[in-house]
T-cell receptor
């Protein structure tokens, strides 16, 4: 159990367009999901914490109007990169915390975004 | 907020040797310390974790030690194998499911 999926696994988009990335917990309910960004050969940087039914909490320096996060159900969170630019090209990874568990987080396989 | 420092950034060992990676954290409220292994282009995989009420935990060739007073924890891999080659990240988080804060990672290379 504890499988997290992401869709798409990779996407190429033109500068100025928007891209939506989905994160789903397949076999458990996730009250909290986290979104990370990882540049090549770098660590995972927390972007935001997403709680089901409430507004996401963004980390300092992350533009909430650019990275729209919606956690509409206990199994789905979405990240929309609006007006994407080449510097937004990165590996985006979500993780989900199972309802009732405090610590363990289960990671999705990541989404490779390339903005041309 | 929490800050996690990780050393070394790269580590090369011969097959069969041991490897040690060290991390320090800044927030004394942190009480959960997982270690992840990440292969290129893939998701991080949890390899071992430790909570603040435990000083050491072992799982076959992998062990983690925690010194709460000094606010540091270490990953020990014994009898390394080529398939251990990957990037390893330490992380820390506080109670109640707050986000993981990651160290910068260590690229481990095991040569045969």
């Amino acid at each position: 159990g504890a499988v997290v999926s992401q869709h798409p696994s990779w996407v190429i988009c033109k500068s100025g367009t928007s891209v939506k990335i989905e994160c789903r917990s397949l076999d458990f309910q996730a009250t909290t999901m986290f979104w990370y960004r990882q540049f090549p050969k770098q660590s995972l940087m927390l972007m935001a914490t997403s709680n089901e039914g409430s507004k996401a909490t963004y980390e300092q320096g992350v533009e909430k109007d650019k990275f729209l996060i919606n956690h509409a159900s206990l199994t789905l969170s979405t990240l929309t990169v609006t007006s994407a630019h080449p510097e937004d090209s990165s590996f985006y990874i979500c993780s989900a915390r199972r309802a009732g568990q405090f610590h363990e987080q289960y990671f999705g396989p990541g989404t490779r975004l390339t903005v041309t | 907020g929490e800050n996690v420092e990780q050393h070394p950034s790269t580590l090369s060992v011969q097959e069969g040797d041991s490897a040690v990676i060290k991390c320090t954290y800044s927030d004394s409220a942190s009480n959960y310390f997982p270690w992840y292994k990440q292969e290129l282009g893939k998701r991080p995989q949890l390899i071992i974790d430790i909570r603040s009420n435990v000083g050491e935990k072992k799982d076959q060739r992998i062990a983690v030690t925690l010194n709460k007073t000094a606010k540091h924890f270490s990953l020990h891999i014994t009898e390394t194998q080529p398939e251990d080659s990957a990037v390893y990240f330490c992380a820390a988080s506080m109670e109640a499911g707050t986000a993981l804060i990651f160290g910068k990672g260590t690229t481990l290379s095991v040569s045969s």
